[in-house]
């Protein structure tokens, strides 16, 4: 390998969805890296896919996002897109019909709107207040359906807990694992031993994060969600190159990765979704096989989304309201459905509705199989018998994702400890997306702007190296594998590196007495690693010390 101060660090970016988008963007503003992204298809912004058509604007992917992180504010103030955000029309409201007994009834998301509400009985209602006092789980992980009837019982699981979850990952809630899928929620109980009064008290804390506010600032842009793709890919520094696709990720002996395309990368982000992972050769590097081949059985649950456009319509209730859901005791052939009235103006012709249609998820994933012409005649049957819709829609248009949502199911631990495994055993690798951390826009854009200031990071180190010759970093107690492996690799580079493990806590005397014992414990494990003799360790580990030299967390 040549000599890495005098050229750009290279990194490669998998996949041109948001993440990958997003972590391209980030690390095109470091000029001293050289940032290549690779898509395999002609299009970018992975599922988010905005659509004009007869006068209509829609969205056949993700139909909205928040600004819940604060990465995601950043990027879109960076990119210029605040002037261009638009929010959900219909002001306060968030108003949400769920179907019982076949009638859509009405519930809102504000306390008092709630207890007035139909759709619970009075007895649910009543069990409710009791979920402070049930015991809290002992278990690690619990099915959402295990937890949500011990804590509120089967009636608000079926009715509203199970649409709800379906409104947002279309998944099975006997499979959903409640601490992955709804960590909000677990971490109340397990904290506070209640949900309502954990999620009471954490609403206080952290106000933007709650379900009823996230709803009623739910955004996107004038022109639709492809702005931000769009925009990212327009602004970014990084070379993006569609048509173009990874089928290997090598590592080579000088610890540079060979994805196939142009000379090898120090570091590499992998956004394609797992599923993807299984096709992708290691080049007889068994153990990153292992890892990816585990990680490619993530499931993900299929989705398909139905526009259909009516210039004028007689609805038996106004479709106003964010949209409708079908909870799974109801066997209704579709999830959920949205209106245009009340998500964005100015995406309607005068006089005109539009409705989406989403159909599959955890329950029926076959549903997401239908052709274009069964689904409309599915969900016509389904407006003629809610709401009295005789009308034929005007416009149609469909897309199908066969694996839409990645799901954060029982056992989903196992994947994070892959991807972990994966991340602290072949350095200058990382995984962003929305299969870690969340599944929603403004998660998949966070996980990759963190993607990249990880990279940024881990290139810091190799850079000053080569300057100062002799490196020590001190490295987190907790993770101390990946400062030795931090230390072989820059070793490998050709820089002579001495490994530390210790911790920078405490007050200055006893940071001072730390640093004694990590500099002897630094040298005896660096003579080990390192072709160094005891005696001139010991003059470096010294002479470091007087100097204060360089402190890096891994
Ligand atoms: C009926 C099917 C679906 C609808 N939207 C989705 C599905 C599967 C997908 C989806 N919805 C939300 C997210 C983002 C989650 C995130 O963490 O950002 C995703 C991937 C947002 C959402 N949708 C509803 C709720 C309560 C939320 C959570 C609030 C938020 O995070 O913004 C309700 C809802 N979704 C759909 C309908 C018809 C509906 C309610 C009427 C469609």
Not at 52 to 65: A, H, R, T, V, Y
Not at 174 to 198: C, D, F, M, N
Not at 333 to 354: A, K, N, Q, Y
Not at 384 to 397: D, M, S, Y
């Amino acid at each position: 390998m040549g000599d890495v101060s005098s050229r750009k660090l290279r990194v490669a970016v998998i996949g041109g969805g948001l993440s990958g988008l997003s972590a391209a963007y980030e690390l095109g503003k470091n000029p001293l890296l050289h940032v290549d992204l690779f898509e395999k298809s002609d299009h970018l912004g992975g599922i988010v896919t905005t659509t004009e058509k007869d006068g209509f604007l829609f969205e056949l992917g993700p139909q909205s996002m928040n600004s819940k992180h604060d990465e995601v504010e950043e990027i879109i103030r960076d990119l210029g897109l605040v002037s261009n955000k638009v929010f959900r029309s219909g002001g306060k409201s968030v108003k949400t019909l769920i179907i019982r007994d076949g009638k859509p009834v009405e519930l809102k998301l504000s306390p008092s709107g709630f207890f007035s509400s139909k759709l619970l009985s009075f007895r649910a209602k009543l069990f409710l207040f009791l979920e402070p006092f049930k015991r809290k789980s002992k278990s690690t992980d619990l099915s959402i359906d295990e937890f949500s009837a011990h804590r509120f019982g089967r009636e608000t699981t079926d009715y509203l807990v199970d649409p709800m979850m379906s409104g947002v990952n279309g998944g099975s809630l006997r499979t959903l694992s409640a601490k992955y899928a709804l960590p909000t929620a677990w971490i109340a109980e397990q904290t506070k031993g209640s949900v309502i009064l954990g999620m009471l008290g954490a609403k206080k804390k952290h106000p933007r994060k709650y379900p009823s506010k996230l709803l009623r600032e739910t955004m996107s842009f004038e022109q639709g969600l492809k702005v931000l793709p769009d925009t990212l890919a327009e602004k970014s520094k990084a070379f993006i190159h569609k048509k173009r696709e990874v089928k290997r990720l090598c590592l080579q002996e000088d610890g540079r990765w060979d994805v196939g395309h142009w000379s090898p990368y120090d570091a590499v982000i992998s956004t394609a979704p797992t599923y993807s992972l299984q096709q992708i050769s290691t080049c007889r590097n068994t153990r990153l096989r292992e890892l990816l081949s585990d990680l490619s059985t993530l499931s993900y649950s299929a989705i398909s989304i139905l526009f259909l456009g009516f210039k004028d319509v007689t609805s038996r209730i106004p479709l106003t309201g964010f949209g409708c859901l079908a909870p799974t005791r109801e066997s209704r052939s579709f999830l959920g459905m949205t209106f245009t009235t009340s998500s964005f103006e100015g995406r309607t012709p005068e006089g005109g509705i539009g409705v989406n249609v989403f159909l599959g998820g955890g329950h029926n994933p076959k549903q997401a199989r239908f052709s274009q012409d069964e689904a409309v005649a599915m969900a016509r049957h389904e407006l003629h018998e809610l709401f009295g819709i005789e009308k034929a829609p005007q416009t149609v248009a469909y897309r199908q994702w066969l694996r839409a949502i990645p799901q954060y199911e029982l056992g989903y631990e196992h994947y994070e400890s892959s991807l972990n495994a994966a991340e602290e055993e072949f350095p200058g690798l990382f995984f962003a997306g929305n299969y870690r951390d969340g599944i929603g826009v403004p998660d998949a854009i966070r996980s990759g702007v963190i993607a990249a200031k990880r990279v940024n990071k881990f290139q810091e180190p190799a850079e000053r190296c080569t300057k100062v010759e002799i490196v020590m970093f001190i490295c987190e107690r907790e993770r101390p594998s990946r400062c030795l492996l931090r230390s072989s690799e820059l070793w490998s580079r050709g820089t002579l590196c001495l490994g530390y493990l210790g911790s920078l806590s405490g007050n200055s005397s006893r940071r001072i007495l730390l640093l004694v014992v990590q500099h002897i414990l630094g040298i005896l494990l660096a003579t080990r690693m390192l072709p160094v003799s005891l005696p001139s360790a010991l003059v470096l580990g010294v002479q470091s010390l007087s100097a204060h030299e360089p402190v890096w967390p891994c």
